[in-house]
């Protein structure tokens, strides 16, 4: 597959990478985000970061270990979902969901409920 990002990009998030691992070699850090540039950037960036974190990677070279739990925690559900703020309460029509007046005085009439002996 084509690169995502150019070595230059690598260059850059390896500079960053290496203000959290500033053991990591630099130009093992790029060559190791370069051998993975076929992912998209994003993915690599959070994956990359996950393993500067992690005190277990010795080398940047762990980057490219695309079987790690680094990257296994970038599946979709894993992936922080916009905010979808026309979602819909899932009880009451009109509502928003997270917003809910209905659901919140529901809430209110509940907790008075238990504040009553
Ligand atoms: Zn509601």
Known sequence: MSPTYSRQHAAALAELLRLIRPSWDALA?????H?????????????AILTAQDHDA???R????????HWRSLT??????P??????CPR???GTAGRCPMCRSEQIAHTTTEETP
């Open 76 to 81: 979709a559900d894993a992936r922080p979902q």
């Open 83 to 88: 905010v979808r703020r026309t979602e819909q």
């Open 35 to 47: 051998d993975v540039a076929d992912r998209p950037l994003a993915d690599v960036a959070r994956a």
């Open 62 to 69: 762990a980057i490219t270990f695309t079987d790690s739990d």
């Open 29 to 33: 850090t790029i060559n190791a985000l």
């Open 58 to 60: 010795r080398t940047p």
């Open 92 to 94: 009451h029509e009109g």
